[in-house]
Nanobody, 125 residues
Framework: VQLQASGGGSVQAGDSLRLSCAAS????????MGWFRQAQGKEREFVAA????????IYQDFVKGRSTISRDNAKNTVYLQMKSLTPEDTAVYYC???????????????????WGQGTQVTVSS
């Protein structure tokens, strides 16, 4: 599976962004999909994940209530809608594919098999 993330950019605090991650291949629906982020000088951290059929989602506390992860298996795409952005959300955002397993397992970046190249999100105050 090859993953291509897009949708990042430079925004003001309080703005919204929708990130997209397009996957190649016909096996997209077999994978749990996740979003991670990595700020400069920091470890890559979990943001959100969605189950294979899209019915179950999990979030890291710092985005809970501000972000929504979703997927469209017909389009081989996973999305991360983010709102009320703050400068602390500034990071490179990565999508990843993994599976099978319990979705909670995929809070751990080491349990993913494939990664996209990342898209930069910069939030200014």
């Amino acid at each position: 599976v090859q993953l291509q993330a897009s949708g990042g950019g430079s925004v003001q605090a309080g703005d919204s962004l929708r990130l997209s991650c397009a996957a190649s291949g016909r096996t997209f629906s077999r994978y749990i999909m996740g979003w991670f982020r990595q700020a400069q000088g920091k470890e890559r951290e979990f943001v959100a994940a969605v189950s294979r059929n899209g019915t179950t989602t999990i979030y890291q506390d710092f985005v809970k209530g501000r972000s929504t992860i979703s997927r469209d298996n017909a389009k081989n795409t996973v999305y991360l809608q983010m709102k009320s952005l703050t400068p602390e959300d500034t990071a490179v955002y990565y999508c990843a594919a993994g599976g099978p397993g319990p979705i909670e397992y995929f809070r751990n970046r080491y349990n993913y098999d494939y990664w996209g190249q990342g898209t930069q999100v910069t939030v200014s105050s």
